[in-house]
Structures are given as structure tokens and as C-alpha cells.
């Protein structure tokens, strides 16, 4: 069994604390610019760090063996990223983060639909429920 420093656990909730720091930090940073300069300024950041990740873990020699089907979903997910990003900072411009974030997270409930129609993956009892439970904790935020 793999430690928990190496499992998926981990990371995903290393996700989730760096996810809410982008929050505070973004909603701060969008007071006085535009959301999609602060988005820009943001994004080139973000690709530096991943860049000399890649550089540092000599993992750029993988380039030459990408797929299309690969590099085709990579560049959609990079569009949708984009688009993401560039609405959260928007509405964290124009509203408070404690409104947006839980918005923001029913984007858990479209993973769930969505990995069901797309990936296969199992449409259970739990899914529903769960599903039904975050629309309604995000109602009771936002209304």
C-alpha cells in the first residue's frame, strides 16, 4: 500500500489548499486591474512553474512522442482551463470569494455528469446523492 505522501489523497487535497490560496490571492489581486490582465499576469507565471518543472525533471523528450489524440485533449483541456480562469477572476472582481468559490465548485457536480457520459465512469446511488448534497450546500451559500 502506497503512503499517503504518494497517493492520490495527497495530492488531490494539496489541490484543494493551493485551489482556496488562489481564491484569496486572486480576489486581492483583481482589486485595482482588469480580471483578464490579472488572469494574463497570472497564466505566465503558471507557465514558467511548469516549465521549469518540466526543464528540471528532463521531461521535455516526452514532446516527441505526444499524440494527436493526446496533444488534441491537452490543448481543449488548456482552452477550457483558460476560459475557467478567466470567468472565476471576473466574478471574483464582482463578487465576494465566499459567493464565488461554492459557485465555483459545482463544477464538482458537471465533473460527475460529465465522467459518467464521457468516461464510463459508474453512475451510482452515491453519485446522485452527493451530487444533490453539493447543489444544495452551494444554494444555502449563495442565496
Known amino acids: 500500500m502506497p503512503s499517503f505522501a504518494t497517493s492520490w489523497w495527497f495530492y488531490a487535497l494539496l489541490a484543494a489548499m493551493f485551489a482556496a490560496l488562489t481564491t484569496i490571492f486572486g480576489k486581492i489581486g483583481v482589486e485595482e486591474v482588469s480580471s483578464d ?6 497564466t505566465v507565471i503558471i507557465l514558467l512553474l511548469a516549465w521549469g518543472i518540466v ?43 465566499s459567493w464565488v468559490a461554492p459557485l465555483d465548485k ?33 444554494l444555502m451559500f449563495t442565496l
Do not use: C, H, M
Open 37 to 42: 490582465l490579472a488572469t494574463a499576469i497570472r
Open 55 to 97: 526543464f528540471a525533471r528532463r521531461e521535455q523528450v516526452q514532446l516527441a512522442t505526444i499524440s494527436q489524440r493526446t496533444l488534441l485533449f491537452l490543448v481543449l483541456s488548456g482552452l477550457a482551463t483558460g476560459a475557467s480562469w478567466l470567468f472565476y477572476f471576473r466574478a471574483l472582481q464582482l463578487g465576494n470569494a
Open 106 to 138: 459545482l463544477s464538482l457536480v458537471f465533473i460527475l455528469i460529465l465522467s459518467v457520459l464521457f468516461l464510463g465512469d459508474p453512475f451510482t446511488w452515491k453519485v446522485i446523492v452527493g451530487s444533490l448534497l453539493i447543489v444544495a450546500g452551494t
